[in-house]
């Protein structure tokens, strides 16, 4: 498998998460000085501001949860029912998860000034790059074929990232919140793809397959 479904990757994962919860937020300096320098940006970009709002709702529920569902369900339809089915937990395991961990820790969002779109749950994690890591990585090394997978966790990785950097730029989450994201995110799409291996599910590749240089064998379906 990929880096990604590692055990030592998964506790460092787990740790940034920690960090991220422990020591981010309102009492953290650099937090907070990053979100201000965010706001006087905001403000004198009014263009790029609406464009990144636009721009965030890549990682809405609506794309994360309609995406990866979509996904399972072409997967299932292909006839991979044990890759649809560890996908679409996957996907929804991981959404509880954050949601249940923003109602645990009940973080404060940014309260600098008054926001039209501020959401009215939690800050901590994030959930705008938890779901997206968490779907476009699961999708990238689930239902990508074999042969494909290497860039589409490039692009998913990159995607995400993109959604949190989002975040943070319209000043609703704390960059601490989209880190622990991100680690929330790509830990629950590496435990699941672990977690799919380790109980014989078809295509999920070793990972040379996937990340190295070496071909498949020529008599192996690279098909989804």
Do not use: C
């Not at 704390?174 to 672990?194: C, F, K, N, T, Y």
């Not at 190295?212 to 192996?220: A, K, Q, S, T």
């Amino acid at each position: 498998m990929t880096m990604i479904s590692r055990p030592p990757f998964f506790a460092a994962l787990a740790l940034a998460a920690l960090l991220a919860g422990l020591l981010g937020g309102p009492h953290n300096q650099l937090d907070v000085s990053t979100i201000r320098w965010l706001a006087e940006v905001r403000h004198a970009q009014p263009q790029l501001t609406s464009f990144v709002a636009v721009l965030t709702q890549l990682g809405s529920i609506y794309v994360t949860l309609g995406l990866g569902l979509l996904a399972a369900f072409w997967l299932f339809w292909r006839g991979h029912r044990d890759r649809a089915l560890l996908l679409a937990a996957a996907v929804i395991g991981e959404r509880l998860m954050m949601d249940g961990l923003k109602l645990a820790i009940g973080r404060t969002r940014p309260e600098f000034e008054t926001l039209p779109f501020m959401p009215a749950s939690s800050s901590f994690p994030s959930g705008h790059s938890g779901n997206s890591m968490a779907v476009f990585v699961a999708i990238a090394l689930i239902a990508v074929p074999p042969a494909w997978r290497r860039p589409a966790l490039a692009v998913a990785i990159i995607a995400s990232m993109i959604v949190g950097v989002t975040r943070s730029f319209l000043g609703v989450h704390w960059p601490s919140d989209v880190i622990g994201g991100w680690s929330l995110g790509l830990l629950a799409a590496g435990l699941a793809v672990e977690a799919g291996r380790r109980s014989g599910v078809s295509g999920l590749e070793p990972e040379h397959e996937i990340v190295g240089r070496h071909r498949l064998p020529v008599d192996e379906d690279q098909s989804a």
